[in-house]
């Protein structure tokens, strides 16, 4: 996260804050496919590269979110746009680590349940979430850039 904060502010000063921002959410999508695929084997570079790939995205993703949420309003309210911004993303972070946590055990007691060791059915849980977080990410992305394009005919 470190690392795609640092970036966050040459990328939004050549690219845009908004563009920054989907910068961002395609790191993050694709960080965490990457996370999604990894195996019981998976090798410690393989780790290593998903986690700094999906860092880096949330770390770009949180300044770039940041700066257009403040940009937005006036002088006069950018303290609320910044309260604003950490309330969304605490609420953000607590939802999702209870849904995915919830959506991990479901998958996995379903997989012990048809008869796979509790750590095959762990892996494929973590997999499973993870990918389908990962294509949730990307399409909600996908249909945020068509509406925007649509909307600026």
Request: proline fraction near 1%; charge should be positive.
């Amino acid at each position: 996260m470190l690392l795609g904060s640092a970036l966050a502010v040459p990328i939004a000063r050549i690219a845009g804050a908004r563009m920054a921002v989907v910068l961002g959410g395609v790191l993050v999508s694709a960080g965490g496919l990457a996370i999604g695929l990894w195996s019981s084997s998976a090798t410690l570079l393989q780790i290593l590269l998903s986690l700094l790939l999906h860092g880096a995205g949330l770390g770009l993703f949180q300044v770039a979110y940041t700066d257009v949420v403040v940009a937005t309003l006036p002088r006069h309210a950018r303290g609320v746009a910044g309260s604003l911004t950490m309330v969304t993303r605490t609420v953000g972070v607590v939802t999702a680590a209870t849904a995915l946590t919830s959506a991990m055990a479901f998958v996995e007691r379903g997989r012990i349940a048809a008869g796979e060791t509790a750590t095959t059915a762990f892996v494929a849980a973590f997999g499973s979430v993870f990918l389908a977080c990962s294509g949730i990410l990307a399409a909600l992305f996908a249909i945020g850039c068509l509406w925007r394009l649509w909307h600026a005919r």
